[in-house]
């Protein structure tokens, strides 16, 4: 995956790389995923009542949306593709696709709301956070960062995965222990990134001062 937090491609743009290209359109073709997803998540309703067919479309939309968040960074960085729409379209898509899973979940009473919230306010508000230091100098993508989106990942497709009918209550078991591992990966890294931004912002304020 290739969000802000995994395998973006990290350094300048490159100086003759246009945004007209094929990761730039993959990761538009993932915003424009979004809404579909939703509707399909939607209109298969709750365990017990879903629409199969419908929340299987929603799985599998989610599945190659994700699929192309991988795909766009692999392209970008073997073909020297990076742009500086790229650099900032990449993470929102990725947010708006994993951020709309958990909303909808909620909604449809799957997930806690202090859950979503948690992990929304972090998300966002790293992301926030990143914009506003880069004055100072480019957070680079944590290891904790990675393995944070990674367990987000599975969470959601455990809990999308319409599979408690079928094989009994323990799924939904092992979908919430890898959305409490998520949880505490988010929170966590959260925190992490947070202090080294201080330590970023530090560094540049006693290097103008020297």
């Known amino acids: ?26 990761t ?4 424009v995923m979004v809404p579909f997803f939703i509707w399909f998540l939607v209109a298969g309703g709750t365990h017990g009542e879903q629409s199969m067919g419908m929340r299987w479309a929603a799985v599998v939309t989610f599945g190659l949306a994700m699929y ?7 392209l970008a960085r073997a073909r020297n593709l990076i742009t500086s729409f790229g650099k900032i379209a990449d993470p929102i ?6 951020g709309a899973a958990f909303v909808v979940l909620s909604l449809l009473g799957e997930l806690w709301w202090w859950v979503t919230i948690v992990i929304l306010v972090r998300e966002w508000g790293i992301t926030v956070m990143r914009f506003v230091v880069i004055r100072y100098g480019v957070m ?3 290891k904790g960062g990675k393995t944070k989106t990674v367990l987000q990942t599975a969470a959601l497709l455990a809990l999308l995965l319409p599979l408690a009918p079928l094989v009994g209550q323990w799924w939904l078991w ?10 505490l990966a988010t929170v966590v890294t959260g925190v992490d ?4 931004a201080v330590q970023l912002r530090n560094r540049s304020v006693r290097g103008e001062a020297a």
């Not at 995956?1 to 993959?26: I, Q």
């Not at 898509?93 to 994993?98: E, R, S, V």
């Open 1 to 26: 995956m290739s969000s802000s937090e995994t395998a973006v491609p990290h350094g300048d743009p490159a100086p003759n790389s246009s945004n007209w290209n094929l990761p730039n359109a993959l």
């Open 28 to 31: 538009a073709l993932r915003i």
């Open 68 to 74: 192309t968040d991988k795909l766009d960074g692999d």
């Open 93 to 98: 898509a990725d947010k708006l696709l994993t």
């Open 140 to 142: 680079a993508a944590s």
């Open 174 to 183: 092992f979908a919430w222990v890898l959305t409490a591992l998520a949880l």
């Open 193 to 196: 990134y947070v202090v080294k």
